[in-house]
Each structure stands twice: as C-alpha cells, then as structure tokens.
C-alpha cells in the first residue's frame, strides 16, 4: 500500500473518531510538543552554562506547566464527558420521536458533537412537522366543528346528526365506508341504520343476525372497539353486505350506561390492509360512546312524543265520540285518505303523515263550547266564527312537539278550497299542498256520506255528484282517484 494511500486512511479514521479520542491526540499535540521544546531549549542552555535563571525555579516552572496542562486535559475532558452523555440521552429520548431508520442515519460514522447538532435539527424539523399538522388538525377541527354546528341547527331528526357523524368520522380517518347499526329490541339482530360512502337504501333494512362465536357479537359482548377481518363475510352472498364491510373492519360498540345500543364500523378502502391504529381504536370508540347518548336520548324523546301523541289522539277521539253525528269520522277520513295515497304511490312517510293528520285533524274542536259542537241545527253566522278556529286551535296544541310539526300544515289547513274561498288562510290553487288536497276530499266525502244535524246523509251518487260539482273547490283528480278506489272496492286500511 502506498504512503498517500495510508495517509487518506489514517486522515478518514481520524475524522470518524469520536470526540473524546480526537480531544486526546489534540491536546497533547498542543500541550506536550510546546512542554518538549521548553525542555529542550533547558537542556541546551544548561549544556553552554548560560542559563539565565535558577534551575529550581525552572524546574518549578515545569512542573506548575505540567500539573495545569493535566487540570486543563481533565477538566475538559470531563466537559466533553457531559456532551457525550447528553448526546447519548438524547439518543434514547429520539427512538420515541424518531423512525429507527432515522436514529440509523443520524448515528453512522460520525462524533457526537455531530449526531448532537443533527439530531437537533431532526428534532426541529419533526417540531416544525408537528406544528403544521396541528395548525392543519386545527382548521379541520374548526370545519368539523362548523358542518356539526350547521347540522345540529338544521336537523329535523337524530337520523340527521347521525349520518353527519358517520360522514365526519370515516372523512377524518381516511376510511372507505362508514355504517351504523342499531340493535333491535329483541337484542338478537343489528339492523344497519346509516351507511356513508357506499350506496345503501335504508328502507331495505338489512338485518344482521347475531350468535356466539360471530365477530360483531363479540364487539358487542365484551364492550370495547376492536379492529377485525372481514372472514365473518366469507359464507354471505349479499353483495349489499361485501360493499359495506371490507377485509379490514374497525368497529365500536354504542356503549351508554353498560348498555349496548348498536355499534360504528369502518372499512379500509381496497388495497389497504393495515390494520386500525390503537389511537384509531380510541378515538372511534369515543365518538361512538356519545353517539350512544344521542342514540338513547332520542329513544327518550320518541317515547314522549308517542306518549304525547296517544293523549292526544284520545283527545280527538273524544271530542268525535261527544259527536252522535260525527262518531268515527275520523277514522274513515284515516282510510279514505291512506287509500287515496296508496293508489298516488307515495312513500311511507308521507302515509304515516296522512294517517296521523286525519286522525288529529278535528283535534281543535276540543276547544269549540259544547253548545255549539253538539246543535241539532244550522250554526249562526257568529257560531260558525267560533266553528271555523278549531283548525288554528288543533295546529296550536300540536305545534311544540317538533315530531308533530309535520302534521300542521294539514291540521291547519284541511278547510282551506283551491278558490281561496276557505278558511283560516284563505289559500289557493298551489298554494295548498298535495297532502292537504288529499286530506280535504277525503274530509268531504265522509262529511257527505254521514248524516249530520242539518241533513240527511247522502248516497254514493249523490256524494259523487257532489264532488264533482266542487271543481273549484277540490281537486278533481284526487277525487277521481277516491271515486275509482271505492268503485273498486279496495279495503280502506
């Protein structure tokens, strides 16, 4: 090997010494070699006999040189002793904020004083990472926070918040899809209630069977969130189910006082099946545990409305039965009315309001003195002031429950005549809705088909011929649709 070649070599060695070692041979190149030529240019002074002061003194002189150099080499060394130590600590401290790789790195083939300003400017720029991902979690947190507070406000129903949660949750942890499944009452089944980025008719409402050894019945069973495949959807041939729940499932159990209400699931999207982080687990687990709390709330809320809705459906039911001439109206304007909007195919909803509404829609007469409610006679013109309010009477005992809401509108306005000729509001033509047009005929031709104070009641061609003389009264087609209904003898349920 050539000279140069050792000389590269020893220059390499030498810089990827540590600092402790490089210190040494430092020092005692600049310590040792200026002690040497002052104990040489001694010796050659004292060899000529020229020596210009004591050899006592000097030889003080050397010795006080030597013992500082030594306190200089200790001290210093036990400085860098410190930094290296520190270095090393730090180290230890950076396997937690750091990737192995990069504790790796930053430790190969350099001193301390090096991995030290490295790991520093590491530290740094995971600090400046940092900062940035909170400053970007902060302004998400703000939108979060912005789109819950625009949902909150604008809800009609629990259904609502509930899907902005789901949407929100899987968004926030870059999930495929979100579902939520209720329990039913029997706690046998899940029924999957809301579903985020996959298309899902909640009318169909699947239902998931539970049973001993099923993966979701042990989400359930043992009350905590748990990341699991997708094997449990290896013997189904619902393809519903396959684009819901993927190979890799997060799921969190609605937990509200020890009780289980149903649970959130998230799916990877395909390709990924790395499994949900710990922090992942946690989080989804909390959110799923106030959800449980809305869930339960809501719960509470139906069971009062219900409970509200019975009193007072047995209020109008009362205020019918006082009513020799009137007992039952309801009821048949319930069937008229449900039959006429089974044969315009509308949707359960919309049924449901229709059945409700006829059954409260006298509802106001409560309010209207027996004296008037129960004349054998035609009303007087100011009797039939006081007559005309119980639809305004009806919509104000209904109108605080916000589940009843929906049914103002027709409770209101079920006198009202496409002319403008009725009562309280005096709206016409579009003004008047589908679902209040509907209520209205069947209102009518029960009124016609029942005998009242004033006079006998009429037969069906006479009803008929009624109704077809009310054109700018009634809608025409609904009562063509109600005519062709009872023509063909459909049950009225």
């Known amino acids: 090997m050539q000279k140069s070649d050792k000389k590269i070599i020893f220059l390499t060695s030498f810089e990827d010494a540590s600092i ?7 020092f005692l190149i600049t310590s040792i070699i200026p002690m040497g030529l002052l104990y040489y240019f001694y010796l050659e002074t004292t060899k000529h006999g020229n020596i210009g002061i004591p050899v006592t003194n000097y030889t003080y002189t050397m010795v006080l040189m030597g013992l500082g150099v030594f306190i200089g080499f200790i001290t210093i060394r036990s400085l860098l002793v410190k930094v290296i130590n520190i270095s090393k600590q730090n180290s230890k401290a950076l396997e937690n904020l750091l990737s192995p790789e990069t504790i790796k790195e930053l430790n190969q083939g350099e001193n301390e004083i090096v991995v030290l300003s490295r790991s520093f400017s590491a530290v740094t720029q995971r600090l400046e990472e940092n900062v940035r991902s ?15 507070g625009h949902g909150i406000s604008n809800m009609e129903n629990i259904d609502t918040f509930l899907a902005l949660i789901l949407e929100t949750l899987t968004n926030a942890l870059a999930a495929k899809v979100g579902t939520l499944l209720l329990l039913n009452d029997k706690k046998t089944e899940l029924i999957i ?26 989400v359930l069973s043992e009350k905590k969130p748990m990341s699991i495949s997708g094997v449990f959807l290896q013997n189904t041939d619902n393809p519903a189910l396959r684009e819901l729940f993927g190979e890799t499932l997060l799921c969190a159990p609605l937990v509200y006082h020890d009780r289980v209400s149903g649970m959130m699931t998230l799916s990877k999207p395909e390709g990924q099946k790395a499994s949900f982080s710990e922090e992942d687990l946690n989080m989804v687990f909390n959110l799923a545990t106030q959800t449980a709390v809305a869930v339960e709330n809501s719960k509470l809320n139906r069971d009062i409305e219900k ?19 009137s007992h039952g109206h309801l009821d048949r304007v319930a069937k008229h009315a449900l039959m006429i909007g089974r044969r315009l195919g509308l949707d359960e909803e919309d049924l449901e309001t229709l059945r409700d509404a006829a059954r409260l829609h006298d509802l106001g007469k409560i309010g209207i003195p027996d004296e008037i409610l129960k ?7 100011e009797e039939w002031v006081i007559m005309r309010r119980h639809p305004e009477i009806g919509e104000s005992i209904i109108k605080p429950v916000r589940s009843l809401q929906r049914l103002c509108d027709l409770i209101r306005h079920h006198h009202e005549k ?17 679902l209040v047009r509907i209520l209205s ?14 006079r006998a009641k009429k037969s069906k061609k006479e009803a008929v011929s009624v109704l077809r003389s009310m054109k700018d009264h009634l809608d025409q087609d609904i009562v063509n649709i109600l005519l062709e209904g009872i023509d063909n003898q459909e049950e009225l349920t």
């Open 193 to 218: 209630h809301t579903v985020y980025g996959a298309s899902y008719d909640p009318r169909k409402k699947i239902h998931l069977k539970l049973f001993d050894g099923y993966p979701l019945s042990k």
């Open 307 to 325: 409970t509200y809705f019975e009193t007072i459906s047995a209020l109008a039911l009362a205020v019918d039965a006082k009513d020799k001439y």
């Open 20 to 26: 402790l070692r490089k210190f040494t041979i430092l």
């Open 375 to 381: 004349k054998d006679s035609m009303l007087n013109d």
């Open 134 to 148: 909170l400053e970007l979690a902060k302004k998400t947190l703000h939108a979060v926070m912005s789109k819950v």
């Open 441 to 454: 005929v069947a209102d009518v031709y029960d009124a016609l088909t029942t005998e009242r104070p004033y």
């Open 418 to 434: 496409l002319d403008g000729s009725g009562y309280p509001d005096g709206l016409k033509g579009d003004e008047i809705s589908p």
